[in-house]
């Protein structure tokens, strides 16, 4: 059985694709812009998280595990900035910009000591735990 870590709740099934569409809206991205940061900024990660084993985040990039896991954790974030943008007309298209940037900065997140960073590393464990079952069965 999966953990839900692992996998998208409902909400997440139904407002996924409208979540996406208003940050791409309030940011002036395309989709193409929303998903190449979105995987750059994973893979990033993975570089802050377990740089000192660069096989090792090879191996994980592969996993589908690992993308589902990082989508689910991105999901959690946009829907909680989303509220905020909504908020903050007076900011700039650029200003918004770089508040998203700024919450979904992988440095951050892969830091253990900050409380982000944190519930970030029990959700990557967690992951991790299921990748290394799926290669042993």
Request: net charge negative.
């Amino acid at each position: 059985m999966k953990s839900p870590v692992m996998t998208h709740n409902p909400m997440q099934n139904d407002l996924a694709p409208y979540l996406k569409s208003l940050i791409c809206h309030m940011l002036g991205w395309d989709e193409l812009q929303y998903g190449d940061f979105q995987y750059q900024s994973g893979c990033l990660y993975l570089q802050y998280y377990i740089s000192k084993d660069p096989a090792a985040i090879d191996e994980v990039l592969q996993h589908q595990l690992y993308w589902n896991w990082w989508k689910s954790e991105w999901f959690d974030r946009d829907y909680v900035l989303a509220g905020t943008l909504l908020k903050c007309d007076n900011l700039s298209m650029n200003e918004k910009r770089m508040l998203y940037q700024k919450w979904h900065d992988a440095r951050v997140l892969a830091d253990e000591c900050s409380p982000v960073g944190s519930i970030m590393s029990n959700g990557y464990k967690t992951m991790i735990s299921e990748i290394i079952k799926s290669e042993v069965l």
